[in-house]
């Protein structure tokens, strides 16, 4: 499977990335700069993390109006696989692909930290190899990751098994202390109806390997390489 | 001619700047603040415009870049003193 991991001015989350994909798990890997119009043929489409365009504005603003951007979006209504981790799940939401917004977390605080994750919806290409209800440990590292869409269509979100992941305890309950950022319905994750477009707010690539504390990010990168 | 945009959040969202300011004045003894609410300006300066086509392109530009409509509201004014110069 061939990845393609796009880089805007301020990303950081890029390298990281690209080596889990191509040095933990041996995929085809190569970087999309923002400013061109070529997808290079990749199967998957990563916006990673970071601060695009310094975060000015608000958090993935700026980035939307990329040139490499438009090819997503049509990458993305054509079925294509896009992945966006923390900033990129925040450019899928200014870039409209996914519904709702960012706000400021409920505490106001920039929060590094390992979370625990529930697997809502295991049929997506994106969790296949995991199982409804597993928890899963990965980290967070975000300023702007509180959650927020009005009512009608959290509700949509539900109905349509569209919330993938949600901020939960270790024992994979859903409490207030455990919704670290204050999101609405504890949204960690979030796929597109049509089920080819996922953000979520944490850094699988920052769990991929045993080393850096966790394995459980690899769950998702190995359910795409096997879709 | 320029023109004023103030974008601020939704009555409907939560503002913790805006709270966080507000039990700050609260604490310092202004016990009359009823509620803040942060936003934003931003002041822009147009070249060739005529006021009306600068009427049109300053709400379309606050709506589609300036503001998330998902969390965020706007106004808008066209400076009245730099229409005269």
């Known amino acids: ?122 049929e997506t290409p994106f969790t296949r190899r995991s199982r409804r209800g597993q928890v899963l440990q990965i980290p967070i590292a975000h300023f702007d990751g509180q959650y927020f869409a009005p009512a009608e269509t959290l509700s949509d979100l539900e109905a349509h098994g569209q919330v993938v992941f949600r901020y939960v305890d270790e024992t994979g309950e859903t409490t207030e202390k455990a919704n670290v950022n204050g999101s609405a319905a504890s949204i960690a994750g979030l796929i597109n109806r049509h089920g080819n477009v996922l953000g979520m707010m944490p850094h699988p690539e920052r769990a991929s390997e045993a080393l850096l504390g966790s394995e459980d990010g690899r769950l998702i990168f190995e359910s795409l390489i096997q879709s | 001619m320029r023109a004023r945009i103030l974008v601020s959040f939704k009555e409907s969202v939560l503002d913790p700047q805006g709270q966080t300011v507000k039990n700050a004045l609260l604490t310092l003894g202004y016990g009359f603040i009823a509620d803040v609410r942060q936003g934003k300006v931003f002041e822009i300066s147009m070249d060739g415009l005529t006021e009306e086509q600068a009427r049109r392109a300053i709400p379309e530009i606050a709506h589609k870049v300036l503001a998330n409509p998902v969390i965020e509201k706007f106004t808008w004014e066209i400076l009245e003193e730099e229409k005269k110069a």
């Open chain 1, 1 to 122: 499977m061939k990845f393609g991991v796009v880089v805007f001015p301020g990303s950081n989350c890029d390298h990281d990335t690209f080596f889990a994909l191509k040095g933990v798990l041996h995929q085809e890997t190569v970087y999309l700069w923002h400013k061109n119009h070529d997808l290079q043929g990749v199967d998957c489409v990563v916006l990673p993390g970071g601060f695009s365009y310094g975060d000015y504005l608000r958090s993935g603003a700026i980035a939307r109006f990329s040139p490499l951007m438009q090819e997503v979006r049509e990458f993305a209504e054509r079925g294509g696989l896009v992945l966006g981790i923390c900033n990129g799940f925040q450019v899928l939401l200014e870039l409209g692909l996914l519904p709702g917004a960012m706000l400021r977390n409920k505490n106001l605080k920039f929060l590094c930290q390992f979370v625990h994750l529930r697997v809502e919806n295991p």
